[in-house]
């Protein structure tokens, strides 16, 4: 979500007036459309509390939503294979050969929110960084995981989904066997 400052942040914005907090006024000066909540984190010290008082300016009048300035790319369309041709293996473009790790899968995913989510839906993402600052584990590493492909499915459908489970077990350390 991006910010853009109405007419009524602008007169709080004049010197003189004053009917704002510090904080508030400072995410009216920073609010200029090419800023999304996620940039005012660390002005609240959390993007939580940047996203509540985004909301309030925008249910004030302050502030209004816009979208990004980027169009939209539609995906390449993909012409279906002859009938009797057989189908060539995927290839994978970022071929991973380095140490299994809860910490590389970690890293993986904490890269993976930032890149599907931040700008989607920020209080999500805010979320599953908390959920992935907390997993210490293998079992709530994969929850953490999970929770994020249920979202990657609704969002990118099931076989972009499938492709980043399949990375993220190709990440983690192999389960020990007692």
Do not use: N, W
């Not at 002005?43 to 985004?54: M, Y």
């Not at 700008?119 to 999970?146: C, N, V, Y």
């Amino acid at each position: 979500m991006f910010l853009i400052k109405t007419e009524k942040a602008r007169q709080e914005l004049q010197p003189g007036r004053r009917t704002l907090g510090q904080r508030e006024r400072a995410l009216l000066l920073m609010a200029d459309g090419q800023r999304s909540v996620t940039d005012f984190g660390q002005l609240f010290g959390s993007r939580d509390e940047a996203g509540r008082v985004a909301l309030h300016l925008v249910q004030e009048g302050y502030l209004h939503r816009s979208q990004p300035a980027t169009p939209a790319v539609a995906p390449p369309v993909q012409a279906a294979p002859a009938p009797d041709a057989s189908p060539e293996p995927p290839v994978a473009a970022d071929v991973f050969e380095g140490k299994r790790s809860l910490a590389t899968t970690r890293m993986f995913l904490f890269d993976l929110c930032e890149r599907m989510f931040v700008r989607r839906d920020p209080i999500l993402a805010g979320q599953f960084r908390e959920l992935l600052r907390e997993a210490r584990d293998r079992e709530s590493m994969l929850a953490a995981a999970s929770a994020m492909l249920g979202e990657i499915e609704k969002l990118a459908g099931a076989e972009r989904a499938t492709s980043i489970r399949e990375r993220i077990d190709k990440l983690l350390p192999p389960q020990l066997v007692h």
